[in-house]
């Protein structure tokens, strides 16, 4: 059964820190995976986005990582704002359809204080 | 940020009702989606459609409907609203393979509905 777990479930970190997302997928036959922001009452809006040749990718203050080996993926913030506040979902999507199928995890909650 | 809309942001309407969730692109983009997500759960596809006079269902059983008689034009409809629809309703749409970097879907900001 194709699936995206993530983890922690929720993360509450201070201002300026940084934290590493977790995600593991079972989809296959495997073809990208990418990681998503989304506000609370908007829609999800896409961060990176790596094929299987690919294990890292950076966008500012946000570095994915992939491991297709291990089916693991990372997403590492650094020097986080209080704007980071979101939720953040892993999303991989498989080479076995025309639609271009996503599978989605149920993200990971997080929380920037001052 | 992609040109995808959604009217209405939030609804709140009582049981019994017929309501259509209007989603509109201005990309030119062939695949449209919707999906269901309810709070701390991953996003679920109910319908999609290829272009225009195409659609279909999703992996979620939805007692919703949509139709595409344009392309940039894919409208959800619920005939008789339930308490069991209340939830966050997202429309998306994606490119041909031939045009797009990896089929990414732009997603819409979402309508929040409420049925009392």
């Known amino acids: 059964k194709n699936q995206v777990e993530q983890s922690p479930q929720s993360l509450i970190i201070l201002e300026g820190k940084n934290c590493t997302l977790q995600c593991n997928y079972t989809v296959s036959p495997f073809s990208n995976l990418r990681w998503y922001k989304q506000d609370t009452g908007r829609g999800p809006v896409s961060l990176t986005i790596?094929?299987?040749?690919?294990n890292t990718k950076s966008n500012g203050r946000y570095t994915a990582t992939l491991d297709a080996d291990t089916k693991q993926s990372s997403l590492h913030i650094t020097a986080s704002q209080l704007s980071d506040s979101a939720s953040y979902i892993c999303?991989?999507?498989?080479?076995?359809?025309?639609?271009?199928?996503?599978?989605f995890g149920r993200g990971t909650q997080l929380t920037v204080w001052p | 940020e992609a040109d995808i809309y959604q009217t209405p942001r939030y609804l709140v309407i009582g049981t019994g009702k017929k309501i259509t969730l209007e989603c509109s692109q201005t990309m030119g983009h062939d695949k449209m989606y919707w999906y269901q997500q309810d709070p701390g759960m991953e996003l679920h596809l109910i319908h999609y459609s290829y272009g225009v006079n195409s659609t279909e269902k999703g992996d979620l059983s939805s007692e919703s409907t949509v139709s595409r008689i344009r392309t940039e034009h894919f409208p959800l409809t619920l005939e008789s609203a339930r308490p069991s629809h209340t939830s966050q309703y997202l429309c998306?749409?994606?490119?041909?393979?031939?045009?797009?970097?990896?089929?990414?879907?732009?997603f819409g900001p979402g309508t929040r509905l409420t049925v009392l």
């Open positions: 790596m094929t299987f040749s690919e």
């Open positions: 998306a749409s994606s490119a041909p393979s031939r045009q797009a970097v990896y089929n990414e879907q732009f």
């Open positions: 999303v991989v999507s498989d080479r076995g359809s025309t639609l271009g199928r996503l599978y």
